[in-house]
């Protein structure tokens, strides 16, 4: 019978997780603001009466655009902070 590999450990400080699980629900939230705000001020397109305040919307959903790496950086920065010994990977998918 061929030697069986060792399943793979992680290990990851409690600290670590709930950091990372913060930041993940705050990416989220973040997204589903950029998609609401653009939805909002392409239906207020549709009336020429609302295109100013439709052409407001789409700028904050530009600045929430802005927001997600600064999430994404200041996450990593936390991590960091707390893990010196050892490199933090930056996940790109929030």
């Known amino acids: ?10 290990t990851f400080g409690h600290d670590e997780l709930v950091i990372r ?3 993940e ?15 909002a001020g392409s239906v207020l397109f549709f009336s020429e ?15 929430e655009l802005l927001i997600r790496p600064i999430i994404r950086l200041t996450r990593a920065v936390h991590l960091q902070r707390i893990r010196r010994d050892r490199a933090v990977d930056s996940t790109p998918d929030f």
């Open 1 to 10: 019978m061929p030697d069986a590999k060792p399943d793979l450990v992680l």
């Open 21 to 23: 699980r913060r930041y």
């Open 25 to 39: 629900v705050l990416s989220i939230a973040n997204d589903i603001l950029i998609a609401l705000w653009f939805i």
């Open 49 to 63: 009466d609302l295109a100013t305040a439709g052409t407001w919307l789409f700028l904050v959903g530009s600045v």
